[in-house]
Each structure stands twice: as structure tokens, then as C-alpha cells.
């Protein structure tokens, strides 16, 4: 049963709203904008803040800052809060590792490359990285050529034995396979399904209320979790599909806020 007219519409980032680590299309950044009007907005995503400035943010036009006020910005899954005070985007909280969280998966990590001769000389930038709720490891370095990144694992082989062996080392943590050569450990059970809960506390908007729109809402997709925890979802394909559902949601709700 879908929510006819839900106060609150969250989307998921890449592929969703834009291609991939790419800004929204002019098209998407006004019917944000509009979407705005009539209801609250949520952007989630594994992604850091940077991403969601880069590729929503910077390209939202003629928009006030009132109306700001309504779109909530997730990410890592949630972990991140911003809203936009007076204008300016306030991180509201980070729900960031401890100091003994982190230094164990730094630990952990780096060792287990090492054994297993992951551990590479030839780097694009740090191997490490702390992202305050994540610790990652990049094989090749944070800023490695697609192409190098592609070769360096293939059949994922590396990837997955690195993942097993420091999974084995931190029980009380998870540690997950990201891009190509990256391995990423966070809290366990940091999903959207955490975030989307998250948002309905810290909103007072029941998740009844609530419409998600996702690109990956099948059982192994990374927006499943939110369907499985009972919000009302739109399964798209691309932003195209996204779009066309807000020229028809947008109305609707205008109507009713009316
Ligand atoms: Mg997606």
C-alpha cells in the first residue's frame, strides 16, 4: 500500500538522483527544489558530506533558506546528521567510532595486508583513511586510476580474504567489501534501515509517513534494508525514472497541502 502523501520523501544518491558520483541534472535540482515546497526531504547515503555538497547541494538553484530548513542530509548510511541553519550546513551529529574502535581497525587492517602481501608500495595517496564513523583501507590509495584499481583484483579474490581475515579480528565490529580495492569497517548493523530510523526520531515523523525512492531496493541491493523494515518504496532505474515520479507526486501533494 503505498503512502499517498507522505510528509516525508527520502532518496537514496547515486543513481537515484544522479548518475554515480556525478551532480543532479538541472531537471532533478528544480523538482528537488519544488518537492521542497510541499514536503520534507531526505537524502541517504553510504557516501560522505562531500559528496552529498558536490552533487546536490552546490547545484540546488533559486532555492531560500527556509526552505532549506526541510531537507535532512544522511550520510554514511545515517551515522551523519546536517540541516541548514540560516543557510549554513550544521552537522547536527556524527556518531563517530572510538578512539579504541579505531585503532583497533587500523591495526587490524594494516597487519593482515601485510601477511597477506596486499600491503602495496605504490600508492595514490593514503592506504588509510578515517572517516570519522569508518575506517578505510584502499588498496592502491585513495585517488588510484580506475583502470590500476580494476587490475589490481579482478576476480575480488584479495578483497574477499582480506575482508574475512579482519572480520575474524574485530567480532564486535563489520567490515565490508566497498569499491573496487576498498575495504570499509563501521559499527555493526549501520544500514539505511538504521538511518531511516534514525530519521523518524530525530523528526517525529513516523516512518507510515514516510516514502523512500531507490535504485537498489532488491534483496542484495544496498536500499533493501529500508523496505525490509516497512517504509513505503519506489523502485527506479536511473534518475530519468526518479524524476518522471516527482512531475506526477509533486502535484499531489500540492493539492493536498493546499
Ligand atoms: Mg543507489
Same mark, same amino acid.
Given at each position: 500500500?503505498?503512502?499517498?502523501?507522505?510528509?516525508?520523501?527520502?532518496?537514496?544518491?547515486?543513481?537515484?538522483l544522479?548518475?554515480?558520483?556525478?551532480?543532479i541534472?538541472?531537471?532533478?535540482?528544480?523538482?528537488?527544489?519544488?518537492?521542497?515546497?510541499?514536503?520534507?526531504?531526505?537524502v541517504?547515503?553510504?557516501?560522505?558530506?562531500?559528496?552529498f555538497?558536490?552533487q546536490v547541494i552546490?547545484n540546488? /538553484? $533559486?532555492?531560500?533558506?527556509?526552505?532549506?530548513?526541510?531537507?535532512?542530509?544522511?550520510?554514511?548510511?545515517?551515522?551523519?546528521?546536517?540541516?541548514?541553519?540560516?543557510?549554513?550546513?550544521?552537522?547536527?551529529?556524527?556518531?563517530?567510532?572510538?578512539?579504541?574502535?579505531?585503532?583497533?581497525?587500523?591495526?587490524?587492517?594494516?597487519? &593482515? *595486508?601485510?601477511?597477506?602481501?596486499?600491503?602495496?608500495?605504490?600508492?595514490?595517496?593514503?592506504?588509510?583513511?578515517?572517516?570519522?564513523?569508518?575506517?578505510?583501507?584502499?588498496?592502491?590509495?585513495? +585517488?588510484?586510476?580506475?583502470?590500476?584499481? &580494476?587490475?589490481?583484483? +579482478?576476480?575480488? =579474490?584479495?578483497?574477499? *580474504?582480506?575482508?574475512?581475515?579482519?572480520?575474524?579480528?574485530?567480532?564486535?565490529?563489520?567490515?565490508?567489501?566497498?569499491?573496487? &580495492?576498498?575495504?570499509?569497517?563501521?559499527?555493526? #548493523?549501520?544500514?539505511?534501515?538504521? #538511518?531511516?530510523?534514525?530519521? *523518524?526520531?530525530?523528526?517525529?515523523?513516523?516512518? $507510515?509517513?514516510?516514502?523512500?525512492?531507490?535504485?537498489?531496493?532488491?534483496?542484495?541491493?544496498? $536500499?533493501?534494508?529500508?523496505?525490509?523494515?516497512? =517504509?513505503?518504496? /519506489?523502485?527506479?532505474?536511473?534518475?530519468? $525514472?526518479?524524476?518522471?515520479?516527482?512531475?506526477?507526486?509533486?502535484? /499531489?501533494?500540492?493539492?493536498?497541502?493546499?
Amino acid at each position: 500500500m503505498a503512502t499517498q502523501h507522505p510528509r516525508l520523501v527520502a532518496f537514496d544518491l547515486d543513481d537515484t538522483l544522479a548518475p554515480s558520483k556525478s551532480p543532479i541534472d538541472p531537471r532533478m535540482a528544480e523538482l528537488l527544489v519544488r518537492l521542497l515546497g510541499v514536503a520534507e526531504v531526505c537524502v541517504i547515503s553510504g557516501g560522505q558530506f562531500a559528496q552529498f555538497t558536490m552533487q546536490v547541494i552546490d547545484n540546488l /538553484v $533559486d532555492v531560500d533558506a527556509v526552505t532549506l530548513t526541510r531537507l535532512h542530509l544522511m550520510p554514511t548510511c545515517g551515522t551523519q546528521y546536517y540541516r541548514s541553519e540560516e543557510g549554513t550546513w550544521v552537522q547536527v551529529y556524527a556518531e563517530n567510532l572510538t578512539d579504541d574502535q579505531k585503532q583497533r581497525a587500523l591495526a587490524a587492517v594494516e597487519t &593482515t *595486508a601485510r601477511e597477506l602481501g596486499y600491503w602495496e608500495t605504490k600508492t595514490w595517496g593514503p592506504i588509510l583513511e578515517d572517516r570519522g564513523s569508518q575506517i578505510t583501507f584502499s588498496a592502491l590509495g585513495q +585517488a588510484a586510476p580506475v583502470a590500476a584499481k &580494476t587490475q589490481w583484483d +579482478a576476480d575480488g =579474490v584479495k578483497k574477499t *580474504a582480506l575482508r574475512e581475515a579482519v572480520q575474524s579480528l574485530l567480532p564486535d565490529l563489520e567490515v565490508r567489501s566497498g569499491g573496487s &580495492t576498498s575495504v570499509d569497517i563501521t559499527r555493526r #548493523g549501520i544500514d539505511k534501515a538504521y #538511518g531511516m530510523t534514525r530519521l *523518524a526520531e530525530l523528526t517525529g515523523i513516523p516512518l $507510515d509517513d514516510m516514502l523512500f525512492v531507490g535504485d537498489r531496493l532488491d534483496e542484495n541491493g544496498n $536500499d533493501y534494508p529500508v523496505k525490509a523494515l516497512g =517504509v513505503d518504496c /519506489v523502485a527506479v532505474e536511473g534518475w530519468e $525514472d526518479t524524476a518522471a515520479f516527482l512531475e506526477t507526486l509533486i502535484p /499531489v501533494l500540492q493539492t493536498v497541502s493546499r
